[in-house]
């Protein structure tokens, strides 16, 4: 899709008759179709094959021999089963883009796991140190390790294209989702690395900022987040305890992070005499981030209130999905083509395909 939105004509195989998984991944479900599929595949043209079948397994080899890119997440080692594997492939096509996305692995004792994001989030880490303190470990409430992983497989991609660009051949791009999920443990990761600290979950607090939270005003919670020391000073200011400001306790962000409780003891204290709207305009005024916690309806709200435009529409349907959030000056990103129906356009790709390419 990452592809799609920057412009790369997309052909998505599927399994005929129930195609994608995705496809089943209801409730919700919007227009006859699931949301989590909506949501996944806009931009892309629809083929059902039935690799197993000799006959579709050769207009998959077609495609694959015409194709600058191949992108695939079957299990280790099925593709080259089915005579499609790279080191196959790529004798008929030197300049061909290989991108395989496994849950750990293409090789190795690890290579025939499956890889789900829930559990990655729990194999890597991401889990232990997301909830509350003392509380369970707790997933994020999105699909961030194939998010992660779809990003990394993108980012591989593009710049194996340019490779080939410069050199005419094309190669392999392996990603996995665990490694990806790793990677996507930033601070934490290079925390344990580094100073050999196992974080634990600190619910909404920094491991190493302070004010950096969230905090209950007087109506509901709201966030600061005074990333650095002149960001202190200015929130000290605008909510009138220039006291703090000058408390040797709270004076760097070092001493803040060590105090830390006695930090939010004194700005809670603060922030429950008045409403969130009033100290986050305070706080925005003074050039202080801080900010509501919106729902996601709420997010979509306030993104549309401040000109961001965040979504697309499809002539002709009523399918609404996220806009690309890369924005090209010279060649805007964005898909024309709405999430396609199960071979929507399995006749004119094998028209296609019959055609003489050269």
């Not at 340019?162 to 990806?180: A, I, M, N």
């Not at 924005?327 to 296609?352: C, F, K, Q, T, Y």
């Amino acid at each position: 899709m990452n592809l799609a939105d920057l412009g790369a004509d997309v052909v998505k195989v599927e399994r005929p008759e129930s195609g994608d998984d995705t496809r089943s991944w209801g409730p919700p479900w919007a227009h006859g179709q699931s949301t989590y599929y909506l949501g996944l595949n806009r931009g892309k043209r629809s083929i059902a094959l039935d690799l197993k079948d000799p006959t579709d397994l050769r207009l998959a080899e077609a495609l694959i021999r015409r194709a600058d890119v191949v992108v695939e997440n079957f299990r280790a080692g099925l593709m080259d089963e089915l005579g499609l594997g790279f080191e196959t492939v790529r004798a008929d096509n030197p300049g061909l883009v290989y991108c395989s996305i496994q849950g750990f692995a293409a090789q190795g004792p690890t290579a025939s796991l499956p890889g789900y994001d829930l559990l990655i989030q729990a194999m890597s880490g991401i889990m232990s140190i997301t909830g509350q303190p003392g509380g369970p470990p707790t997933k994020v409430g999105a699909a961030i390790t194939d998010m992660t992983a779809g990003l990394y497989a993108t980012i591989g991609v593009l710049a194996a294209l340019q490779h080939r660009e410069r050199t005419g051949k094309g190669q392999r791009v392996d990603v996995s989702l665990f490694d990806s999920a790793l990677n996507a443990l930033l601070n934490q990761a290079s925390a344990y690395l580094n100073a050999d600290v196992v974080a634990a979950p600190q619910g909404n607090r920094h491991p190493s900022i302070a004010p950096y939270e969230s905090f209950s005003a007087a109506d509901r919670d709201f966030i600061l987040a005074a990333a650095n020391d002149r960001m202190w000073q200015r929130t000290c200011a605008a909510i009138g305890r220039d006291d703090l400001a000058t408390d040797v306790r709270f004076s760097t962000n070092a001493s803040r992070r060590v105090n830390v409780e006695p930090l939010v003891a004194e700005l809670s204290a603060t922030f429950a005499t008045a409403p969130a709207d009033h100290w986050i305009a305070l706080l925005q005024a003074a050039g202080v981030p801080a900010g509501s916690i919106n729902t996601i309806g709420e997010a979509f709200s306030w993104a549309e209130e401040q000109d961001l435009d965040p979504t697309i529409g499809f002539p002709g349907t009523d399918t609404q999905t996220l806009r690309s959030p890369i924005r090209l000056s010279e060649a805007p990103a964005g898909s024309v083509l709405p999430p396609p129906n199960l071979d929507e356009h399995g006749a004119e790709i094998r028209a296609w395909l019959a055609e003489d390419p050269g």
